[in-house]
């Protein structure tokens, strides 16, 4: 793979009415480009631009990107297992005779002695009277459940009862949606053109107003919440067919290496954040061979979160100037998405001054 011979951006800028994206910038680089080799010379102010170049500055440091939500907490880890007893101490010394204790107290009675012998049987008693009834016993225990005897005939059924009054009438459904319009009808024939009047000096009224003229098609200028890009390579140098990745307003030393369309990848020149949602309308890829190498073919490929879209236009150069436009597929983007091109060419041994165009609106 050999080296890029150089890189820069010409010019991105976000007009009135697009949404910030971030806290602002530290510096500024500005650039002088001339318009007819595309070349880039780096100056302090655009107002060094001689004739026959186009000032434009750019931001060196990109928006810092919003932070992202706080993760849950991860679930509490198993207990682990108890460790090994310790082996035991040794035995401490023996500690010194504690004085005597207080007096017990007096020990339980003695048991019962023995009865003595029974003496002998005194005159009976008279008869007492009767003691009072005792109250009832409890109730006893309920008997279980007798088998179920057979089912009765049916009986015969019974006169239809009288008609209910009539309900509340429901209420009105919502009015359904208006239906389509009807084709206007097609305009009458003219009618004969009637004989001149005599002049007259009384004006006439004002005739009807002039039906309006179609909408013309969507320009490719720059309005509110919209965003223009332009890369540009004094020149191209890479590996054959290899596709490589493009940040669309970040100035990178070296493409060669940016493997992965999206801010994932270690190098962080490969996306931008799209700043605003829009609809991406040209996607204009410019080539000026400066011979030496043959013919060498260049595509450009509009990437969204790392996936190629229908957006994609090629160039193939010998000698001399050419380009080509996307303008048929467009792509929306909302605002967040990351934006990336890809670039490649089939000859590296050309060398290119390459220019790769976006605008969104």
């Known amino acids: 793979m050999s080296s890029l011979k150089s890189f820069g951006v010409i010019?991105?800028?976000?007009?009135?009415?697009?949404?910030?994206?971030?806290?602002?910038?530290?510096?500024?680089?500005?650039?002088?480009?001339?318009?007819?080799?595309?070349?880039?010379?780096?100056?302090?102010?655009?107002?060094?631009?001689?004739?026959?170049?186009?000032?434009?500055?750019?931001?060196?440091?990109?928006?810092?990107?919003?932070?992202?939500?706080?993760?849950?907490?991860?679930?509490?880890?198993?207990?682990?297992?108890?460790?090994?007893?310790?082996?035991?101490?040794?035995?401490?010394?023996?500690?010194?005779?504690?004085?005597n204790g207080a007096t017990g107290p007096a020990g339980p009675a003695g048991a019962t002695g023995a009865n003595g012998a029974t003496g002998s049987a005194g005159p009976a008693g008279a008869t007492g009277a009767n003691g009072a009834t005792g109250p009832a016993g409890p109730a006893g225990a309920t008997g279980a459940t007798g088998s179920a005897g057979p089912a009765g005939?049916?009986?015969?059924?019974?006169?239809?009862?009288?008609?209910?009054?009539?309900?509340?009438?429901?209420?009105?459904?919502?009015?359904?949606?208006?239906?389509p319009a009807g084709a206007t009808g097609a305009t009458g024939p003219a009618g004969p053109t009637g004989a001149t009047g005599a002049a007259s000096t009384v004006a006439g009224p004002a005739g009807p107003a002039g039906a309006t003229g179609a909408t013309g098609a969507a320009g490719q200028g720059i309005g509110p919440n919209s965003f223009y890009t332009l890369i540009s390579f004094p020149g191209s140098d890479g590996d054959n067919n290899t596709t490589y990745?493009?940040?669309?307003?970040?100035?990178?030393?070296?493409?060669?290496?940016?493997?992965?369309?999206?801010?994932?990848?270690?190098?962080?020149?490969?996306?931008?954040?799209?700043?605003?949602?829009?609809?991406i309308k040209a996607l204009n890829l410019g080539a000026y061979n400066y011979g030496g190498g043959g013919s060498d073919t260049l595509t450009a490929t509009v990437y969204i979160n790392g996936n190629p879209t229908s957006m994609t236009t090629s160039v193939t150069t010998t000698s001399g100037a050419a380009s080509s436009s996307d303008t048929t597929h467009t792509q929306s983007v909302t605002a967040g998405e990351q934006i990336s091109i890809g670039f490649k060419e089939s000859n590296d041994n050309g060398y290119n001054s390459v220019t790769i165009g976006l605008i969104c609106q």
């Open 245 to 279: 990745y493009l940040n669309p307003i970040v100035s990178e030393p070296n493409y060669n290496g940016n493997t992965s369309p999206t801010l994932s990848d270690a190098n962080a020149y490969t996306a931008m954040i799209a700043p605003s949602t829009c609809t």
């Open 11 to 99: 010019a991105f800028s976000l007009l009135s009415g697009t949404a910030a994206i971030a806290a602002p910038v530290s510096q500024n680089i500005s650039a002088c480009v001339n318009s007819s080799t595309g070349a880039v010379r780096i100056v302090s102010s655009v107002s060094l631009c001689v004739a026959g170049e186009t000032g434009t500055t750019w931001a060196v440091v990109g928006p810092t990107g919003a932070t992202g939500a706080t993760g849950s907490a991860g679930a509490t880890g198993a207990q682990g297992p108890a460790g090994a007893n310790g082996a035991t101490g040794p035995a401490g010394p023996a500690g010194a005779t504690g004085a």
């Open 153 to 179: 005939a049916t009986g015969a059924n019974g006169a239809n009862g009288a008609t209910g009054p009539a309900g509340p009438a429901g209420a009105t459904g919502a009015t359904g949606s208006a239906g």
